[in-house]
């Protein structure tokens, strides 16, 4: 099994940033893949960016150029840099791990608690 704890949500204004962090616990030799979705109220469940087992990157359109991917192997941790943020931007935040699949269709395992971020106008 694999834990995952995200933290770094929060209150802020539209134009400014925020950076979460996924922690991974247990069996982090079987990660392949990370990745963040988001979801809003009302609104399905958006796949917003995964860094792969070979650091291949995706983003979801609606936040190229505002979102980077990273990720530090020695602290099993991934991390989502979110800047000039929109009030659309406002969702749960979710990370996951995959142990298969292809990039960028990853197969998510394990997933964590969430945070939230919310972005006033």
């Known amino acids: 099994q694999v834990q995952l704890v995200e933290s770094g949500g929060g209150l802020v204004q539209a134009g400014g940033s925020l950076r979460l962090s996924c922690a991974a616990s247990?069996?982090?030799?079987?990660?392949?893949?990370m990745g963040w979705f988001r979801q809003a109220p009302g609104k399905e469940r958006e796949y917003v960016a995964a860094?792969?087992?070979?650091?291949?990157?995706y983003y979801a359109e609606s936040v190229k150029g505002r979102f980077t991917i990273s990720r530090d192997n020695a602290k099993n941790t991934v991390y989502l840099q979110m800047n000039s943020l929109k009030p659309e931007d406002t969702a749960v935040y979710y990370c996951?791990?995959?142990?298969?699949?292809?990039?960028?269709?990853?197969?998510?395992?394990?997933w964590g608690q969430g945070t939230q971020v919310t972005v006033s106008s």
């Open positions: 996951a791990s995959g142990s298969r699949g292809k990039f960028p269709g990853y197969e998510y395992d394990y």
């Open positions: 247990g069996r982090t030799f079987s990660i392949y893949a």
């Open positions: 860094i792969g087992w070979t650091s291949m990157l």
